[in-house]
Structure formats: structure tokens, C-alpha cells
């Protein structure tokens, strides 16, 4: 009662554990609370202690304790645990292997008992064999004639080579005896088997009997024989199985096997030679079964003392009978069924103790391998602290200590270029933004092409000439709208709609000018709805088809735009017209200009060039333009840009 409500309180509050006690007017109370209270105190002290204790402790020796600690002894615990475990495994084991041992005697033995009863079966019902032992016989000759007629009896014999022979004894006194037909004289007629088998009335009966004439005790097979048409006692049929193949089959065994008839050991898979040797005890007369068919169709095992020692018996009831049951038995020494289990284990615990002691040797030799390079590693971690930079070599391997070291190394080169490579950073950065508003400054001072301006109000102003206001409405609401697309553009991608209307409209107004010098068509191949490009990327393509291609042509121009999705993915936009092209030597200088990272200086709009350049500094290096001309005949222009750029960029700006 006392340790419960001591540990109720949990022995933290001194205080209070002291004054719940003093109330209670029990004053050893007070000292058992101070008790508790102390020993909680020294289990923390002690716990904080090892742990210290453990901090303090060199790799070395942490690599000692942890093979102690988490393999030595979980080892030894562990070996103990499963000797125990495997000694009863393979006792278990032993035991299974004698069942199966017997069993699968057992199961040859019935088939041998089954195949005698099979042909007492046949030779029961054989009509020639009736007949003879009906047939009251008028001479000798008439005898043996009916002998001769009955040679088939030869060929049942020899079918079953576990049958060593077969009898009909007879009551007729007019046969003869031989192999086959015996005449039941006084001794015989008076006989218990043969009397058994009469009352039995025709059911077979197992037992052990002497042969009338090999003169040998053999496990015999016996019935009493009637008349199929009159049902009149003709005799006993006996069917003798060969002993020497029972011996055989009981001698193939490694232990020592036996097979009893009502409860008399008749076989032994000793041989007789090796009995009565000095010191051992003979082979005994009978030996202790079961109840009476209780192990008759399964193996019962139980513990007997045979031959003077502790044994185990695995007994399979063969036959139960009525009147002799047949059981086989197999007698297993204790000392020899754990023979195996023992060496087991101790083969064992002979591997598990070589194992520690060569672990033990493996973990000296590491632990003095890690100590080295630990220290390596930390010599030379001081020496960064001291600010000196020149470390020693490498380690070698690829382990941890190698990889720190490693590390440590890459720092120190790191802090030595680190100077040089912020200020190559730096003068990258520039350079970049020093292009990119080289870019923006071009791309603003062509938002409104003073040449295209010009045209314009100069076709608005012939159409108010013409006289007719709906005309000069229509342009002046097509340049309104181009100007404010391009006067709001920015360097953030738009939706690729945009840019197309944006160029729509540029084609419309150029539209009113040319009249039907020039026509243009825009076709979608793929789902575009989402897509977003930079602006004024296709308005520069389409400028640069009327400048220098269709503005020469007095008829029959056109421009077509062709929006699709490439294999990669991508998305390509083709600008092609029909205009005077460009010649090789121009094509291949454009060309060379695309692949160059320098900026279009000498042009008033945007220029090819400098699209090109846009697309390649936002989206990266493998997207841009790609120019297909040939003289006479026009130009195809083809740019590649990210088909999910739309979507990223909602991503950023989400």
C-alpha cells in the first residue's frame, strides 16, 4: 500500500509527499517518501552521469562499447535462446523423421498383406479349385490328371513375389498331398488356426504359423473355404508371406525395427548374430503396445525402456485383425535420437564463439582504421580554423571520412575562388541586363514604325478624298487598337491570341492599303487557348514579309501564319509569303547572326535578329528562329517556344 501510493505520487515533489504523510499521522511514511524521493534523485544523477561519461569517450573506445553493448551481448543472449530452440526443433525433428521412417514401412507392409488378401481372394472363388475339392476322387491317376489341369496355380504364385507359398487343406480323403493340396488329417483338422479359421466363417485371419512342409514360422494368411453353389465347407485356404522379404524390408531401417503379432516380436531387423552380445540385453519375447487397435492405420509414439535404456517407440498398426494384430514398431534410444540435436547445437555455439572472436579482432582492427582517419580529418579541419589553406592530400576509399574530408577540401577551394567568382557573377549579371535593355530600348522604339505610321494616315487620307467616312472610321479604329497593343506591351508573355488579333488587325490595315495585291490566311493545328508567348514576336516576322517581299508585287501576295504543336512538344508559329526572298549569301549571314549572341544594331524595328534573341534569353537556348528562303520565290520564317509557358507563368504569378 505503501510503495503504491509512493509511486502514485511518482516521488517528484518532496514537499508534498511529505505533507500527505504528515496528515496521515503515520510517521514512517515520511522516511519511505524520502527514500523514494532520493533514489529518484540518483537515478537521474546516474543517468546523467552515463551519459557524460559516454560524450567523454574517444571513437575508439565508443566503437568498443557499441560492440559490447549491441552486439556482444544480444549475441549471447541470442545463441542461448535458440540452443534451446533448436535443441527441441530437432528433437521435434528426429521424432518426425522416425514417424515418417515407420510410416512408410508400414505402408509397404500393408500393401504386401493387401496383395495376399487380394489373391486368397481370387484362389477363393476359383471354380477348378471347387471342383477339385468337391470331386471324390476314384484313383490315383484320376488325381493327378486333375492336378496337371490346375498348373495355373503356378502363375499366382509367381505374380506376387512377397507370397512365399499357399495351401488348400482339404477334408476330402480321396486327394492327394502336394504343394498346393494338403489333406487335414487328425492334427491338422484339430488345430486352433484351423478351427478359428472354420468359425471365423470365411473372413481372413492373421497369425503366425509353421509351415507343414518348409517347416519355417511364418506370418500366414488363413480363411475357411465354401462352395459357391451349395455353400458346403471345402477347407482352409493359407496363404504364407516369404519372411525373408519381411526381414529384408524391417533390416533396410536405421534403427532398430520390429514387427509383432499379437503382441509377440516375430521380426527384428537386428540380425540374430548381434543378439546376446556381452553387456546387452537379449531381444525380448514381447514388447508393451497400445490398446488393442488403437494404433491400427497411425503412428502412436511413446517412451519405453528397452534393451536396459530410455527409449522412444513410434509404433504403425499394420493390420488390427481379429484375432492377431500386426503392428510395427521402431525403438529409437534417446542417447541416439539427441545424438544429433547435440552435435547440432554445439556445432553451433562453436560457430557463434569462433564468430565473436574473429568480430572481436575485426572490430580492433576497424576501430584503429576509424580512429586514423577521424584524426586526419580533424587535424586538417583545425588547420581551416587557423586559417591555412593548404590541406594535406586526399583520403583514400570512399567512405564517410573520405567524403568530409572531401568536403572540406571543396570549401577551402571554394573560399579561395570565391572572390573571383562573385565578381565574374557580377560582370555576367551586367552584361546580361546591359543586352536585355539594348532588347527593351529597340523593342520600344519600334513599337511605332514611323514608315508604317506614314503609310497609314496617308491611305486614311486618300479615303477621305474618296468621300467616304465608314472607310476612314474602319482605319482609324485599326490603328488605334495596334498602337494601344503596342504601346502596352510590356516584357512579360501575353496570351498568344492577343499577339494573333494584335497581327490580325496589322494585316487588316495592311489590307486597306494593298487591297487585293495581298491576301493572308492563319490557320490553328492545336489547342492554343492557354498558351502565352512575349509580345510583338510575330507583328516583326510579318513587317519584315510586306518590307521586303510583297510590297514589290502587284499582284497574287499572300501571307500565311500556321500555328502547330512539334513532336518535342513545342509549339512552332511558320510566317510564310510569297514574296522576292532573299538570296543564299543574305540567307547565310542571317543565319550566322541567329546563331550569334549579338544584338541586331543597324535596323529601326525589332529585326529578325533581335526576336530571335528575345526568345532565346527568356526561354532559354533551345528555342528561337530558324529562316527557309529561297530568291524569287519567298520566305519561311519558324519560331519554337514552350507550349506550357502559359501555364508557368500563371504558376510565377500566382
Not at 508393451?288 to 519405453?304: E, K
Not at 527593351?440 to 486618300?462: C, D, G, V, W, Y
Request: glycine share 6%; with cysteine; hydrophobic share 45%.
Amino acid at each position: 500500500m505503501i510503495s503504491q501510493i509512493a509511486q502514485k505520487k511518482n516521488c517528484i515533489n518532496y514537499r508534498k509527499i511529505v505533507q500527505f504523510f504528515r496528515k496521515s499521522s503515520f510517521l514512517p511514511f515520511e522516511q519511505i517518501a524520502k527514500s523514494c524521493y532520493y533514489r529518484s534523485i540518483m537515478k537521474l544523477r546516474l543517468a546523467v552521469r552515463a551519459s557524460g561519461l559516454l560524450n567523454r569517450l574517444r571513437i575508439q573506445q565508443k566503437l568498443y562499447a557499441l560492440y559490447v553493448l549491441a552486439f556482444l551481448c544480444p549475441l549471447l543472449v541470442l545463441t542461448a535462446v535458440l540452443s534451446v530452440w533448436l535443441y527441441h526443433v530437432l528433437e521435434r525433428q528426429q521424432r518426425e523423421l522416425s514417424r515418417a521412417s515407420v510410416l512408410q514401412t508400414g505402408v509397404l507392409l500393408s500393401e504386401q498383406l493387401a496383395g495376399a488378401e487380394e489373391l486368397s481372394g481370387s484362389l477363393f472363388v476359383n471354380r477348378n479349385v471347387q471342383d477339385t475339392l468337391r470331386h471324390s476322387f476314384e484313383s490315383t491317376q484320376e488325381v493327378y490328371d486333375r492336378y496337371r489341369s490346375l498348373s495355373f496355380l503356378d502363375d499366382f504364385l509367381r505374380a506376387d513375389s512377397g507370397i512365399y507359398s499357399f495351401r488348400y487343406y482339404t477334408e476330402n480323403a480321396t486327394m492327394l498331398d502336394n504343394a498346393y493340396f494338403i489333406r487335414a488329417s487328425g492334427g491338422a483338422a484339430a488345430s486352433p488356426w484351423y478351427t478359428a479359421a472354420k468359425d471365423a466363417g470365411g473372413r481372413i485371419l492373421w497369425g503366425m504359423r509353421t509351415d507343414d512342409m518348409a517347416g519355417r514360422r511364418m506370418l500366414a494368411l488363413t480363411r475357411a473355404m465354401y462352395s459357391t453353389a451349395d455353400g458346403r465347407f471345402l477347407g482352409v485356404l493359407v496363404v504364407n508371406l516369404d519372411s525373408a522379404r519381411i526381414q529384408r524390408l524391417l533390416g533396410s531401417q536405421e534403427h532398430e525395427t520390429l514387427l509383432c503379432v499379437d503382441g509377440a516380436i516375430e521380426f527384428s531387423s537386428r540380425p540374430p548374430e548381434r543378439e546376446g552380445q556381452p553387456g546387452e540385453p537379449g531381444l525380448p519375447a514381447t514388447f508393451p503396445l497400445p490398446a488393442a487397435d488403437a494404433a491400427v492405420g497411425r503412428i502412436v509414439s511413446q517412451d519405453v525402456q528397452w534393451r536396459g535404456k530410455a527409449s522412444v517407440a513410434s509404433m504403425y498398426g499394420v493390420l488390427g485383425g481379429f484375432e492377431a494384430p500386426v503392428v510395427l514398431v521402431q525403438v529409437i534410444p534417446r542417447s541416439a535420437m539427441m545424438r544429433p540435436t547435440v552435435l547440432a547445437v554445439l556445432l553451433c555455439l562453436m560457430l557463434t564463439l569462433c564468430g565473436t572472436v574473429l568480430s572481436w579482432f575485426l572490430i580492433l582492427k576497424f576501430s584503429r582504421l576509424f580512429a586514423g582517419r577521424a584524426g586526419y580529418v580533424n587535424r586538417e579541419i583545425k588547420k581551416l580554423g587557423r586559417n591555412d589553406f593548404a590541406l594535406a592530400p586526399p583520403l583514400d576509399g570512399s567512405d564517410e571520412f573520405s567524403e568530409i574530408y572531401a568536403e572540406v577540401r571543396s570549401a577551402a577551394a571554394r573560399l579561395r575562388t570565391l572572390i573571383a567568382e562573385v565578381y565574374q557573377r557580377k560582370i555576367e549579371r551586367e552584361q546580361l541586363l546591359s543586352r536585355q535593355n539594348d532588347i527593351r530600348f529597340k523593342m520600344l522604339a519600334s513599337q511605332i514604325n514611323p514608315h508604317f505610321l506614314f503609310n497609314t494616315l496617308e491611305t486614311i487620307r486618300m479615303q477621305a478624298l474618296a468621300g467616304g467616312s465608314r472607310d476612314v472610321a474602319q482605319s482609324v479604329k485599326f490603328l488605334a487598337k495596334i498602337l494601344r497593343y503596342s504601346l502596352s506591351a510590356t516584357d512579360r508573355p501575353v496570351p498568344l491570341m492577343d499577339e494573333i488579333d494584335a497581327v490580325s488587325t496589322y494585316l487588316d490595315i495592311q489590307h486597306l492599303r494593298f487591297a487585293e495585291r495581298v491576301t493572308y490566311d492563319i490557320v490553328f493545328l492545336c489547342d492554343v487557348r492557354r498558351v502565352r508567348i512575349l509580345p510583338l514576336l510575330l507583328q516583326p516576322l510579318v513587317e519584315n514579309s510586306f518590307k521586303h517581299g510583297l510590297e514589290s508585287r502587284q499582284e497574287g501576295g499572300f501571307i500565311y501564319i500556321l500555328v502547330d504543336s512539334a513532336a518535342d512538344g513545342s509549339l512552332l508559329i511558320t510566317v510564310q509569303d510569297n514574296g522576292c526572298g532573299i538570296a543564299a549569301g543574305r540567307l547565310a549571314e542571317l543565319r550566322e547572326k541567329l546563331a550569334d549572341d549579338s544584338v541586331e544594331e543597324n535596323s529601326s524595328s525589332i529585326g529578325l535578329v533581335n526576336v530571335n534573341q528575345r526568345i532565346r534569353l527568356f526561354y532559354g537556348g533551345q528555342y528561337g528562329m530558324e529562316i527557309e528562303s529561297t530568291e524569287g520565290k519567298g520566305m519561311t520564317v519558324r519560331l519554337r517556344v514552350p507550349a506550357d509557358a502559359g501555364d508557368k507563368e500563371e504558376a510565377e504569378n500566382g
